[in-house]
């Protein structure tokens, strides 16, 4: 298991529903985040780098992901300086990596 809930489940203070809810916005956001994000870097569009590695950073975080946080951050802080396009390709496919595995594993862990 690459995720943990336990950041979730403090905010949640008891509350299934918002845990589901969290879940469910995961499922469904970061996939198409994830996405963009690999036709920004297939189109050289710095400025759609940056903001998509932005927005799927706290979602990862969220979810305990620190390694995968970590490559999001990268993506965004090489995006936002406009580094070597190809210093921001040698870190996707370690966060897409995970993110594909955390879907695979959030939708089976919750039945989805």
């Known amino acids: 298991m690459i995720y943990s809930l336990d ?3 403090e905010m949640a203070d008891g509350d299934e529903d918002f845990i589901n809810s969290v879940i469910s916005v ?5 996939p198409q985040d994830l ?3 690999e036709s920004a870097l297939a189109s ?14 706290p979602n990862v975080d969220l979810l305990g992901m620190e390694q995968t946080r970590a ?5 965004e802080t090489l995006g936002k300086s ?3 396009m190809s ?6 496919p370690d966060l ?3 993110i594909e595995q955390v879907v695979a594993e959030l939708k089976n862990d919750f039945n989805l």
């Open 44 to 57: 050289g569009n710095y400025e759609q780098v940056y903001q998509l590695a932005h927005k799927i950073k």
């Open 26 to 30: 995961f499922l469904e956001e970061v």
């Open 71 to 75: 490559a999001a951050l990268e993506i």
């Open 82 to 84: 406009e580094a070597n």
């Open 87 to 92: 210093e921001i390709q040698s870190v996707f």
């Open 35 to 37: 996405e963009g994000l």
């Open 7 to 9: 950041k979730i489940k």
């Open 96 to 98: 897409k990596k995970d």
